[in-house]
């Protein structure tokens, strides 16, 4: 009597399977992701061996809500702003100083901190603010 050797089954993972839904996970997140395209003109810049890179660091002047005052993270006061200030922007005209107030700082305490900023020779200031919410902007209509 002779009787048929079973079949032993296949181990290991089907790869069929396993590329759908690579694929599926790959459309997954190139839908799901957002790409920002910034316009300008390419350029090729020359090379040079004597060129340096400079990083740009911006400035950050904070005031709290208390109006404690903030430069670059340390604290300071508006006596010595003026000073520390056109010792930063003297090494990079062209540093960007931003002003980060808390919403209920008073304005003349920011409007302070801008005509200091704007004294000590600052040529590029802005206001950092935060996006609204999308439940905010339906309560101003």
Known sequence: MRFREREKPRLGLEIAPLIDVVFLLL???????????????????PEATTSEIKPKKDIFITITKDEALYLNGKITDMETLSSQLKKLILEDKQRFVIIKADKDTRHGKVVEVL????????????????????EEEGEGE
Do not use: H, N, W, Y
Request: no cysteine; aromatic share 10%; hydrophobic share 45%.
């Open 115 to 134: 005509d200091i900023s704007k004294m000590v020779g600052v040529e590029r200031l802005g206001i950092a603010t935060s996006p609204r919410s999308k």
């Open 27 to 45: 459309i997954f997140f190139l839908l799901s992701s957002s790409f920002i395209f910034q316009p300008g003109i390419k350029v090729k810049l």
